[in-house]
Nanobody
Framework: QLQVMDSGGGLVQPGGSLKLSCTAP????????IGWFRQVPGKGRVGIAA???????YYRDSVRGRFRIWRESPKNTVFLLLNNLKPEDTGTYIC????????????????????WGQGTQVTVSS
């Protein structure tokens, strides 16, 4: 059973940066699409960034140019770099994995994903 593990969250001041990690011990994520979603209390998961099985990148408009997603195959890990963080970026960031050949903005929809991490909290506050 594939188990997704996400980590790297923390408390940062506005303008700061964080690097989130998503991995699945014992599984090769190289063929999987990976998505990062943000959730706040009382709301559903919102797609932030995703990378397709063939490494195409997709971003929500509000984070494009500030966040970057990439895959490091030797480490079997997908990273999400969060730069120039704003208070509205606050939330629980959850990594999802999907065994799909999808290559479109639909990868920012949570419906595409079958496996989920436990989430890592990102708080942006002065």
């Amino acid at each position: 059973q594939l188990q997704v593990m996400d980590s790297g969250g923390g408390l940062v001041q506005p303008g700061g940066s964080l690097k989130l990690s998503c991995t699945a011990p014992g599984f090769n994520l190289g063929r999987f699409a990976i998505g990062w979603f943000r959730q706040v209390p009382g709301k559903g998961r919102v797609g932030i960034a995703a990378i397709s099985y063939d490494d195409r990148e997709y971003y929500r408009d509000s984070v494009r140019g500030r966040f970057r997603i990439w895959r490091e195959s030797p480490k079997n890990t997908v990273f999400l770099l969060l730069n120039n963080l704003k208070p509205e970026d606050t939330g629980t960031y959850i990594c999802g994995a999907a065994d799909t050949l999808q290559t479109s903005m639909y990868l920012l929809s949570s419906e595409e994903y079958h496996y989920w991490g436990q989430g890592t909290q990102v708080t942006v506050s002065s």
